[in-house]
């Protein structure tokens, strides 16, 4: 079955300092990837989306990410973190080639030390 | 402002009693959906409606039915409530499908007691 995993659960990162955020799909083929964040008592917002062409893409709030074909990666990146990007990110798949179907991962609690 | 507007924001129910969360968006979306967010496990979808008048199961339907009243509005019904159902719960929205981008709303936190 495919799924999508976030293997870590909570990151802690300085204001300003790089920030990498994993994610791994086990499918056999590319399925559309996406991801979310979700701020304190609110609903998920979408950040960005990859399905084919550039495998580095770029989101809104200054997020980037890169699909690696070979690791089943999507990692998300940003350069220079903000405290206001303190949330809960998700990764998300679709392996439905464009469907109704959005699997989410179990999220990683990203917490931005000033 | 545009978006996806869920009811109640808390709600706390005895074990057997049943309830309808509600669900509007007015975005002029065709596809919505029903997920359940609980820690550690992230979002799990339990119905979903692709268009007006159709309804699916997500991975985790069973102790839930749905409607989708019309283009606008999409419940979601517990009929007997078990404390398994402790949760919070999402409505989202898409033009069409998970490439379009959902638009959620900001939940509902339900406790079974």
């Known amino acids: 079955a495919q799924s999508v995993t976030q293997p870590d659960i909570h990151i802690t990162v300085s204001e300003g300092a790089s920030l990498e955020l994993r994610c791994n799909y086990s499918y056999g083929a590319t399925p559309y990837l996406f991801w979310y964040v979700q701020s304190p008592g609110q609903g998920l917002q979408l950040l960005l989306k990859y399905f084919s062409g550039d495998t580095l893409v770029q989101g809104i709030k200054g997020f980037e990410a890169e699909f690696k074909r070979s690791q089943s990666s999507f990692n998300l990146r940003k350069p220079s973190v903000h405290w206001s990007d303190a949330a809960e990110y998700f990764c998300?798949?679709?392996?439905?080639?464009?469907?109704?179907?959005?699997?989410f991962g179990t999220g990683t609690q990203l917490k931005v030390e000033l | 402002n545009a978006g996806v507007t869920q009811t109640p924001k808390f709600q706390v129910l005895k074990t057997g009693q049943s309830m309808t969360l509600q669900c509007a968006q007015d975005?002029?979306?065709?596809?919505m959906y029903w997920y359940r967010q609980d820690p550690g496990m992230g979002l799990r979808l339990i119905y979903y409606?692709?268009?007006?008048?159709?309804?699916d199961k997500g991975e985790v339907p069973n102790g839930y039915n749905v409607s989708r009243l019309n283009k606008r509005e999409f419940s979601l019904r517990l009929e007997s409530a078990a404390p398994s159902q402790t949760s919070v719960y999402f409505c989202a929205s898409s033009r069409d499908r998970t490439w379009d981008g959902y638009t959620f709303g900001s939940g509902t936190r339900l406790t079974v007691v």
């Open positions: 998300a798949v679709d392996v439905t080639g464009g469907g109704n179907k959005l699997t």
């Open positions: 409606s692709a268009s007006e008048g159709t309804t």
């Open positions: 975005m002029n979306h065709n596809s």
